[in-house]
């Protein structure tokens, strides 16, 4: 990742241990600021100490040289943050460094906080995202594995076609043994600068975790445990907004499913901004009749990655197959029933879980392979 800048220069480790995990985050003066409020310059030292892998707090000491009963209270303060994550495993508790993308800086926007100037926070995270490029869009949408992939409505599907439970949103939640929801964090990152979502869609209690994340994220504050048809309420109520779902790109056991609009959700903001690829696909693609679209320009309007064009000429709109998600948002809006899923040529399969999808994304960018989270320790399920 190259420094290119020689300001706050005690956050160079720490920028050097971000950029081991598959998504790193480029380094610029945006960047330094952002960490600078994130981070006290402790913790910017703490969190470059930590191994690949989840750690104890003795492990950590002898890597910091830190007493542990120093240290632990520094790492429950990094873990309200959302810097850090502790993982209970028996009696045991460890500690893992959460990646800047997805991870803190989500987790920033993911509670009300008073201790950071949340409004200079979020200016300065959408500068550094949608800076020129080569940026750091290039780092989290330029791999051809990607992290997070579209999720269809299954109900509007082809009739002769069936979705698989890694494709369908309502299984994913059915299947999870844990669930929490909470805030967008880009609808909440908005609000700070002063901005609403176009469509008026929720900013609390619309995003959904699920397993072992969503037990961290509810253990320290930042979404509320939720039941399962708590949970498919949320999805009924993203669908009432007409909201793209999101979740891993894994088939085994998603840990998210975030509800997205086009005009706030940064995934969606990369695919129009020229990342086509940058989420992957579901198995089906919108298509448009145009013996009956009347070209009414209501599905342009709800279509969260501004893939349907009006072809004027012709009276009609046409859907950029390169473009479409295949998520099925736009279909309930059409008044003369003109659009409709169809399948693909090919059916996209993501990796079984997220260490192979993690593995996947190092070797493709020539980084080390080895990975956060490598002990594999049982977990005790707390």
Known sequence: MGHLVSGKSHLIPLIDRLNRFPVGLVDNEKLREILALLFSEEEAYIASCFPLEETTCDELAALTGIAAEDLRPKLERMAEKGLVADMPYGDTVYWLLMPGLIGFFEFTFMKKRT?????????????????????????????????????????????????TSWEDARRIVREADFGAAGMCYCRHQREHLGEKCSKGAPVEGICIALDKGARFLARRGFMKEKTTEELLAIL????????????????????????????CCELMTGVQAGFPDGVAKTPFLAEVDEEICSLCGKCLDVCNTACIKAIEEENTAR???NVCLGCGACLDICPQNALRLVERSQRPKPPRNKGLMFLRILRQKGKSTRMAGSKHKKDSNR
């Open 319 to 321: 859907v950029d197959e």
């Open 115 to 163: 201790d950071l100037p949340m409004a200079d926070v979020a200016r300065l995270m959408r500068e550094y995202l949608h800076e020129v490029r080569p940026g750091q869009a290039e780092e989290f949408f330029g791999s051809p594995t990607q992290m997070a992939r579209a999720l269809v409505y299954e109900d509007r599907i082809p009739v002769s076609s069936t979705v």
């Open 236 to 263: 009924d109520t993203a669908r009432k907004f007409n909201l793209t779902h999101v979740t891993d790109n894994i088939r085994e056991k998603p840990s998210f499913i975030c509800s997205c609009c086009s005009c």
